[in-house]
């Protein structure tokens, strides 16, 4: 991982370390109360001292939120701005042009309001009012001493702040906004500021921003770091995450890493190293997650701890959107920084994971028997779920094995239903039908929406360009038509995704299978094995087809000299057949591999000497 790379074209540009200017335009706001923060100071921690009530005439940070929080609804809106003088002790002590506000009295008081029975906040808190400060980048520093900042009003507005040594920013009640802020980053955004040096495990913040309410916007935030998730909607709904960049540095690219440090579980910090920290959680319902960048995940852990996860979805009803993992601002094809996680881990139901790109993901879990689960997506349980995961459009590059796998206590239906199934590529055009297994049963899947991904022949699943989709008529059947041929060593992969109720068992509609194997349109078929042997002795040959990836079911038509014809159906490309010849002489193969789209065959000749009785044994040698 952290490798340098040139970029897949990022759908949310960055505005090159926020442009030339930091301040963004905002829907425009008629303030009925100004507070202004005139110092870096944090001169006590009073709950009843305020901006106003101050004798010392010094606006602290915390006294001005300890008076928004006491006005009354007519004095709303609010925005607390910002005029702190260049002779301030805290001028420039994080870079030039920036101020930082030391929290040291203790815990701030809460953002709040007078009354429990209306939490209309209205409160703005925007760094960029200050005047004279850098062009580029917050100007504003706030130094939290591990705490955390609680929001717990409606309606307000956390923008252009940098924060350091901090806990959280904690949504507590509805109809918040957190946007264009630095997390856990240094005055240059090009390092960490951790929260405890001597500690470094702790890395720079706990995370970033929490929520626990809903319809918050979280926007154009860059947060690396994050000892915890470094956004995490835990149960509410409706919330926008979008546009962030996690794990990496203010202008979006990750620092490199030598390979030998990459990924590796230690808790001895690396000054090689960078530590990204945790991606994106959410649970609750109906939560959009678009157009981030999540990369660099890494942090100091023991060998056997679960290492940061990009995005991992709990809930129902959420959208993951144009999210671009484990590629950063730079990266070019071919060469991507990647996560050092599990890429998109979701459960739950009624999720769509549309048009997200994954790359160099790791994979985080393990079967019940011990495997890992080697998907870029993985599709953690729904024993209690009615399904309706749909999976549209995801690029994956350089995966972990597979496009999309599946946990152990996803049900049966679902991980042995079949994805649809190519039968022929005639120039452009492509036709086929439902999925079948080695045993001849096929997955039917009527009205079913068929997507094509185009992939390389070599072991590794991936889904390099996403080609289109078609939808299967009442009994299956397809066609579709490619922008272009199929060039050399390129094949297609394909997904279904129902279109009705218990299709797949008793599952939702809108839920989408495993991913097929290659289908390509040439392929050989090699034998090895020993060319001299003695009567009444077992031999064994290996039938393998390459591409390994071909898409099965295969079906292995083997003619042996003094053998009966044998048909054998796997979804192995490799497959180890073992005999004895019972009588001397010349004994010769013929053998066919055939997938229903194209076969591939191979002859072998082998001596035998002297005996009398022959048998055969077939074992899969890889099974995909």
Known sequence: MYRRTASIAFTLLLTLLWGLNWSRSATAVTFVTTLTVNTTEDVDNSLSTTCSSATDGKCTFRRAIVEASGLSPSDRPVL????????????????PGTWTIVVDKGALPPLKTQSILDKTGNVTIDGATQPGGRLAGPTIFIDLDDRSLEIESTGNTIRNLAFIVMGSIALKEDGNTVEDNWMGLDGDGQSLRLRTPGDPKRLAIGGGVTIRSDNNIVRRNIIAGAFARAIDIDGGDNNLISENVIGARADGTVPDVPAQSECVASFNYDTQNWYGGWGISLSGSNNTVENNRIVGMQNLRAANDTAPMALEIFGSGHTIQNNIIGIDADDPANDYTGACGQGIKVSGSNTRIIDNIIARSRPGFESNQGDLLKGAILYSDNRFSPGGITLSGNRVFQGPGDIYAFGPDVVQDLRLFRPARITEINGTTVTGSNGMDPDGNFSACPGCRIEFFRDGTDANADALSYLGSTTADASGAFTFTLSQPLGAGEGIRTSSTTASANIIGTLAMSTTTQFSGLYIKEADLS????????????????YQVTPVSLAGPITYTIQVTDL?????????????HTIKWATPGVKTFQVTADNGLISASANYTITIGNVSSGSNIFLPLVTR
């Open 80 to 95: 607390i701005q910002f005029n702190i003088p260049t002779t301030d002790t805290n001028y420039e002590r994080e870079a």
């Open 527 to 542: 034998i090895t094995g020993p060319t001299t042997g003695d009567e009444d002795n077992n031999y064994k040959f290996t």
């Open 564 to 576: 009966s014809p044998t048909v054998y159906t796997t979804d192995s490309t490799g497959v180890v």
